[in-house]
């Protein structure tokens, strides 16, 4: 992620996704979400031990929304 904004990383991540789709490449949201949350900065430790401990798993539309939210709250 680096010094960009959550909602400026996780676009990136979607145009990354939809371009690797186009060349018969798709990626599973499960292994999307856990692709994104692997390089968040220790700010958002917190939020990755809840997102990995639900029960269910989150879709990655999801984890946009609740990254968003958690940006916000620090």
């Known amino acids: 992620k680096g010094t960009s904004s ?3 990383y996780l676009c990136l ?3 990354i996704v939809k371009e690797l789709a186009l060349i018969g490449h798709p990626i599973d949201d499960f ?3 856990i692709i994104a949350l692997s390089v968040l900065g220790p700010l ?3 939020f990755i031990v809840s997102i990995h401990t639900r ?5 990655f539309d999801e984890l946009f929304d ?8 620090i």
Request: aromatic share 12%; glycine share 0%.
């Open 31 to 33: 292994v999307l979400v």
């Open 66 to 73: 609740k990254l968003i939210d958690f940006e916000i709250f």
């Open 6 to 8: 959550v909602s400026d």
């Open 55 to 59: 029960d269910i798993p989150l879709l």
């Open 13 to 15: 991540i979607q145009l």
């Open 44 to 46: 958002f430790c917190e």
